[in-house]
C-alpha cells in the first residue's frame, strides 16, 4: 500500500524565511518544496541551504524544466535535490534525459501535467513509469483564469501528485475521486500561524 505523502511547497520566500516555515511543519511533511521562485530568485543557494538544514529529508526542486535538460538535472541533484520537475508540456527528449539523468543517480523525477491535454498525459503515463506525475492547476488560473474540465485518464499503477490551491474546503474531494501518493500544499500551510497543526488538520481530513 502506497503512504501519502505531503509535499510543502514553499514560495516567494526568503531562504530564510522559507527555512524558518518549513523547521516549523516538517515533522508533519514529507517532503519538502524549494518553489520555483527560490530557484529562480536564488539559484542552487537556495536547495544546499535545505540540503544543509534538512540532511534526512526528501528534497524536491521545483526547477520546471522544459530545455538544457542534462545541465538542469545535474545542477540541482548536485546541490542536494532527490527530486526535480520537468514539463510534461516540453520536448519528449528533454522528459527522457531528466529521466535518464534520475535514473543514473537513483534520484526521481516529477512531471509536471500543467497545460496538458488527456492525450498527452496518457503518451507520458505510458512511456515513462517510473516518474511522479503531477496534476497541477496553476496560481495564474487560480488567480485570474478558468481551470479546464478535467478529463481523467487512469493513474492505476502511477505515482500521482495534485497541486494547486489545496485546502481544507477542497482536501477530500480531491482524496476521493484521485486518491494521490503526494499532496503538494503551500498557502494553505505556510499562510497559517501554526504551520505544523495546519498540516495536522488537513492530513487528518483525508483519512
Known sequence: MTTTKFQLALDRFSIEEALKIAQKAADEVDWLEIGTSLVKEFGMASVRAFRQAFPDKVLLADTKTIDNAIYEAKIAYDAGADIITVMGCGPEVTIELVAEEARKRK?????????????CQQKLRDAFPDAVFCLHTSKDVQEHGQAAAAEDISWQGRRLAVAGGIKKETIGAIAARLAPEVYIIGGAITKQEDPRAAAKALRSLIK
Open 107 to 119: 534520484k526521481s523525477y516529477m512531471i509536471d501535467l500543467l497545460n496538458t491535454t488527456p492525450d
